[in-house]
């Protein structure tokens, strides 16, 4: 996708902190790091999907974001954005397979029923898909013939450890009081009420709904916190999920097979050092690697971890404290990854985190001398990231996560930010520096 930054964009650098969110700059250049940045949006409010949700066409051609209005389409090669899916819809993902975009009617968070549609991305026309009762579904198959869900069997509310109520999403909530009594910081609350919700003990279940013929599978069940489903990409029957709750207490990167009878759960991660953490896992473009932020101890030494799937081999990059970011993510090409950095209250405490990273990785190579340990196949492949800052985001307020993406083109990286004040939109800052 080209796009020109005209002589009006440049202007707008002079205004760009007192910019109003309702008249905000089109495109400009990054002051500090001479990279093009483009608003997609229009609308205050507007969204991008979670950093691991598919949100293009097979062919690679358009994007779908939300909207205050509804389903947008964004096309690469016009730069046209156009409403597909009018109304209060809930976005979901789209098909690995066909021009479609799924979303679904009905409340996210109260786990009631809920109706899910499919709309063809060009046309708008959309058709029902399933009906659940209960439960949130989070992901499809490669095929698009299976939808994947969870469902918590609760027969209440979840009263945490303080006696208050748990809310269904531990981000929300009056925060609960530390050790000196005072109101624990967002990162800090949130751990709490994590573990407040593991350890509840709900009973759950992962689930998959049969496109064609409406039959419901149970996958597994358990009384762990089963969140986070992603279906691989390319294999239809692969389906990776978590254990949620604070990543130093759970084992949290599983995979299971959906279409085996009595397939066992297969652990990608094993911790072996106390306060190790490793979480915010992904899919390889083309299906073969996991990918997830690992850190040996927790807050002190930041990789991102990838997890071979067809013979079990790993690779770790290293990266800096200031560069630890809420998500990664690769390009489909799988030679970048990006990140999106991090406020001083998370988890690295980064003093100078706020920005949207490249990331160009480096393997360090086997052996010295022409030697190399006689088990070197078998240990974990280390290397490191050479980072590059693409948007500096100083204002911007890290309960939205950025959830940066290649554009399938590898030429951009597109996120949403609320830096330069007010509701959200979707933006995406080129890779290659402004001339």
Request: glycine share 8%; charged share 25%; net charge negative.
């Amino acid at each position: 996708m080209k796009w020109i930054l005209g002589a009006a964009a440049i202007g707008c650098l002079a205004v760009w902190s007192a910019a109003l969110a309702e008249d905000l700059p089109k495109e400009w250049i990054d002051p500090d790091t001479h990279h093009r940045v483009v608003r997609i949006s229009e609308e205050p409010g507007s969204q991008s999907l979670y950093f691991n949700f598919n949100a293009y066409t097979p062919q690679n051609d358009k994007m779908v974001i939300s909207t205050p209005k509804g389903i947008a389409s964004f096309d690469f090669k016009t730069r046209a954005l156009k409403l597909i899916v009018p109304g209060k819809v809930h976005l979901l993902f789209t098909g690995h397979k066909t021009r479609q975009v799924y979303y679904e009617i009905g409340d996210l968070e109260s786990g009631a029923s809920k109706t899910i549609y499919a709309a063809d991305i060009d046309t708008g026309k959309s058709h029902q898909v399933a009906k659940i009762e209960s439960g949130n579904i989070q992901s499809i198959n490669a095929d698009e013939t299976l939808l994947g869900g969870v469902v918590e069997h609760s027969s209440g509310q979840v009263i945490g450890h303080d006696g208050m109520i748990v809310p269904k999403d531990v981000t929300k909530g009056p925060a609960p009081n530390g050790p000196d009594g005072k109101p624990l910081a967002y990162a800090d609350a949130k751990e709490s009420r994590m573990d407040q919700r593991l350890e509840a003990k709900i009973p759950m279940e992962i689930f998959t709904i049969n496109i064609k013929t409406g039959e419901r599978k149970i996958v597994t069940a358990s009384t762990d916190w089963l969140n986070h489903l992603q279906f691989s990409p390319t294999d239809p029957g692969l389906l990776m999920y978590c254990h949620e709750g604070p990543w130093h207490k759970v084992d949290r990167l599983w995979l299971i097979r959906v279409d085996q009878a009595d397939a066992k759960p297969l652990k990608l991660h094993t911790r072996t050092m106390n306060m190790e953490i490793a979480g915010h896992e992904w899919f390889s473009h083309d299906g073969k690697t996991i990918w997830y932020d690992l850190q040996t101890p927790r807050g002190e030494d930041f990789w991102v971890a990838g997890y071979r799937i067809a013979d079990g081999s790993r690779t770790w990059y290293h990266h800096q404290r200031n560069e630890w970011s809420v998500h990664y993510n690769q390009s489909d090409d799988g030679t970048l990854f990006s990140g999106d950095g991090g406020d001083p209250e998370m988890v690295a405490h980064a003093p100078d985190g706020k920005w949207m990273y490249l990331f160009r990785p480096h393997i360090i190579a086997d052996g010295l001398a022409g030697v190399k340990a006689p088990n070197s196949e078998s240990l974990v492949h280390p290397g490191y990231f050479e980072a590059e800052k693409l948007v500096n985001l100083k204002d911007h307020k890290y309960k939205l996560e950025p959830n940066g993406r290649f554009s399938p083109d590898g030429k951009w990286l597109i996120f949403r930010s609320n830096m330069l004040g007010g509701a959200s939109q979707v933006y995406a800052v080129e890779i290659a520096k402004a001339k």
